[in-house]
């Protein structure tokens, strides 16, 4: 199993459903909730300097995406606050620790820990602009994949670990749009969707199936690096989608 992330961290791996969705975002008559706040205690604040990463340089795939192999690497990005912060970076571009401390609702030197680790690792890096503490951070790399199948313990478990840390945020997005999808305005309440269904494949085909998802999302990936191209009324919308095989009937089917 593979699971393929935008950036922030979301996509393919055990999910088991496709669903897209108009994201927790302000429309003109709605409160601006920004990024999602987590709900795992601060861990303590280290030296301010920026380590040098210690794991050897990830491969890249042609659409940007950086691919996860190392155990360490791994268990360093399992973590809500940090996964959050990716996301917040996805789609601000950048922001220093007191502007990200003020969209997840933490605390600047929280903020400032957990992109130092993430620093760490290669998946942020410093933007230019900045000057003493007010250092912009931005990603490293346009999205992440990782497979849950892999011959070595450490890593599967570590990415089994990631894996449910995503699954979890996916859920909480999918929740609050349930809770609010009142408050949007009728073309975005018609036009969000949720689906899930059953169909025969061999897994030939289901590396088809997600190979052209992936095309069409990064049909429009470029809107996220260059707000230009956003047309007018654009919002951030949230897909996830997994396929993965079902036990077979009693009767073999």
């Known amino acids: 199993m593979t699971r393929t992330s935008a950036g922030e961290p979301t996509a393919t791996g055990p999910a088991s459903a496709h669903r897209t969705a108009a994201p927790d975002v302000a429309t003109p008559d709605v409160a601006a909730p920004g990024v999602a706040a987590p709900d795992v205690a601060a861990p303590g604040v280290a030296s301010p300097d920026v380590a040098t990463p210690d794991v050897a340089a990830p491969g ?91 011959p070595q313990p450490e890593v599967t478990a570590a990415a089994e670990e990631l894996d449910r840390q995503f699954r979890q945020r996916d859920e909480h997005e999918r929740e609050r749009w349930e809770s609010s999808w009142r408050s949007y305005p009728k073309p975005w309440r018609e036009a969000s969707f949720s689906f899930r269904g059953v169909v025969y494949l061999t897994p030939d085909e289901l590396r088809e199936v997600n190979a052209a998802i992936l095309a069409v999302i990064d049909g429009f990936e470029e809107r996220t690096e260059d707000r230009s191209q956003r047309p007018a009324g654009a919002f951030p919308v949230s897909i996830s989608a997994g396929g993965f095989p079902l036990p077979l009937t009693k009767h073999g089917n």
């Open 60 to 150: 890249v795939d042609a659409a940007g995406r950086r691919n996860l192999t190392d155990a360490k690497e791994i268990r360093a990005l399992a973590h809500p606050v940090r996964i959050a912060l990716l996301e917040a970076l996805r789609r601000e571009g950048t922001l220093t620790a007191t502007e990200a401390g003020d969209l997840l609702d933490e605390s600047p030197a929280n903020c400032s820990f957990h992109l130092r680790t993430l620093a760490k690792y290669g998946y942020v890096e410093e933007a230019p602009g900045g000057t003493g503490r007010q250092r912009p951070w931005r990603r490293a790399s346009r999205g992440l994949s990782f497979t849950l199948d892999n």
